[in-house]
């Protein structure tokens, strides 16, 4: 039975029914992870939480860990994973406290090494261009229209390194290129998930309309905090509703996504950095 993880804020774990089991401290040769991650079962699953700012948010977007916390969970036998997330709106009708899932990103980061596994003799180059995972999608939007959320199904998420926020000129930008919304976090997850061959979804929680609409308020991390408060209780009641749906087995295109993604040979494998991706490469070992 595969498991399942939860990335988001640090109070996710905090559902009905979640039955908590104990704290990992997972080593990684890629550092740690972001903090400690809540093992536990939620409706019949294993479940694990892990707070992708640390809890008391301690991480700015740029420290956090990426690999580490992906190759954390992949190593507990994470397959699906839900991606909580707190962004921007681009667009008019998406309002704060509104639930977004989104189906596309653009990239404007800049830390790249943050955003693969591969390297060190083993090149790999996986298909990205559908990064979500349209089965888990599907289930969260049952889910939050069955707790009667807010939410638009589809989108494009553009990544930017924060932890600034947006300025006018680039909110501006952002809106005239077509994007829905904009956060810090998720694209590098998405692209580490694929790599381990898990499937991801995210629920983007808005909770601004970042600055271009000169009526509103620009944003404030003050301001963020107010809506999200509101956003965690409704991705609570959508995680409880959404685990039992998920399938048992990985059985989808994403946990078979290194299929052909590999370019060296295994006999050219480096035994140091086989060994150091062996949670994501355990089909060919």
């Known amino acids: 039975m595969a498991a399942i993880g ?4 640090s ?7 979640f039955e908590q089991a104990g704290n990992h401290s997972v080593e990684t040769p890629f550092g740690p992870p972001s903090d400690l991650i809540v093992e536990g079962t939620l409706a019949g699953r294993q479940v694990f939480f892990l707070p992708r700012h640390g ?7 740029t420290e956090i860990n990426h690999r580490a916390n992906l190759w954390a969970l992949r190593s507990l036998g994470v397959r699906y994973l839900i991606c909580v997330t707190a962004v921007g709106s681009l667009r008019e009708e998406y309002h704060p406290e509104h639930i977004v899932l989104p189906d596309q990103f653009f990239d404007r980061t800049s830390r790249r090494e943050q955003h693969t596994f591969f390297g060190s003799g083993i090149v ?3 298909a990205f261009a559908d990064p979500i995972s349209e089965g888990m999608r599907r289930i969260l939007l049952e ?5 009667g959320a807010k939410v638009h199904f589809g989108g494009t998420y553009v990544n930017m390194d924060g932890p600034a926020f947006s300025t006018r000129a680039e909110s501006e930008t952002n809106r005239k290129l077509g994007f829905d919304v904009i956060g810090m976090t998720n694209l590098p997850e998405a692209k580490l998930a694929r790599e381990a061959e898990i499937a991801l979804a995210t629920l983007a929680m808005v909770t601004d309309y970042d600055c ?3 009526e509103e308020e620009p944003v404030t991390a003050e301001a963020v905090m107010g809506h999200l408060s509101a956003n965690v209780a409704m991705a609570k009641r959508i995680i409880a509703s959404a685990i039992p749906a998920i399938p048992l087995e990985p059985t989808w295109p994403e946990h078979r996504s290194l299929d052909g993604a590999i370019m060296t040979p295994p006999s050219l494998w480096p035994p140091e950095t ?8 355990s089909r060919f070992l």
């Open 6 to 9: 939860i990335i988001g804020g």
């Open 11 to 17: 109070g996710l774990y905090e559902i009905d029914g």
């Open 55 to 61: 809890r008391g948010h301690r991480l700015l977007p």
């Open 124 to 126: 790999g180059h996986v």
């Open 143 to 147: 889910a939050a229209e069955g707790e």
């Open 212 to 214: 271009w609409k000169i």
């Open 274 to 281: 086989k060994e150091k991706l062996r949670p994501v490469l």
